[in-house]
């Protein structure tokens, strides 16, 4: 079946260093790859996507590149901020429907001063 | 982006009753409209999608006549868990979407806990 594996949180960064949260997905077809953020109190928010492969989605200094030969879309940003802490979502669609999405788990960021 | 709100944001209720939860689309017109339910630190699942004037259809195994879902118009879509129990307990979050293939916005969540 089609599934999203994220990295277990929480992860716990000081500001400025870099970050990495790996995403892993298995799909029958060609989906489309999409990272949500949910700041606290708030809903999810689109971040980032790529529609096909090779594409990369870049979003307020976030980066991640939909990679088909390791089926990966790793989230990545060089200088992380106290702001930046919230819970990301990596997610993944075969619909023309983008709203019909299937989650990964959610990794907990957590970004101290 | 555009907003979507929800209502309750959290509710208590008693086993066996029933409880509704709106989402409604703000600054846009919703042609379809997503519920997901999510369990503590697990991922969001998807259970029905609906477009505006039509049944919805549910993801297999989630129960039709437990969660009724109605989207009467283009910006207001419920969501009724019927005789409700302590497993059904959850964070029920809403999305919407205005232009087929366009993006999806996400209300806050409604946080239901059955006694």
């Known amino acids: 079946g089609n599934s999203v594996t994220q990295m277990e949180g929480p992860v716990t960064l000081s500001e400025e260093a870099f970050l990495t949260i790996n995403c892993t997905y298995t799909a029958t077809g060609y989906p489309s790859l999409f990272w949500y953020v949910q700041y606290p109190g708030e809903g999810l928010q689109l971040l980032l996507k790529a529609t096909k492969a090779d594409d990369k989605g870049s979003n307020k200094g976030f980066e991640a590149t939909y990679r088909k030969e390791t089926t990966s879309f790793h989230l990545e940003k060089g200088s992380v901020q106290v702001s930046d802490s919230a819970v990301y979502f990596c997610a993944l669609t075969l619909s023309s429907n983008t709203g019909k999405l299937i989650f990964g788990q959610g990794t907990t960021l957590q970004v101290k001063p | 982006g555009a907003v979507v709100s929800q209502h309750p944001s959290w509710v208590i209720c008693k086993s066996g009753t029933s409880v509704k939860i709106e989402c409604r689309s703000l600054?846009?017109?919703?042609?379809?409209m997503f519920w997901y339910r999510q369990f503590p630190k697990q991922s969001l699942m998807l259970m029905a999608t609906?477009?505006?004037?039509?049944?919805?259809?549910?993801e297999q195994g989630v129960e039709k006549d437990k969660f009724l879902i109605n989207h009467a118009s283009l910006t207001l879509s419920t969501l009724t868990v019927t005789s409700a129990h302590p497993e059904d307990s959850s964070f029920y979050i809403c999305?919407?979407?205005?232009?087929?293939?366009?993006?999806?916005?996400f209300g806050p969540g409604t946080r239901l806990t059955v006694l």
């Open positions: 609906s477009n505006e004037g039509s049944k919805a259809t549910y």
């Open positions: 999305s919407a979407t205005g232009l087929a293939g366009g993006p999806s916005f």
């Open positions: 600054d846009f017109q919703a042609t379809t």
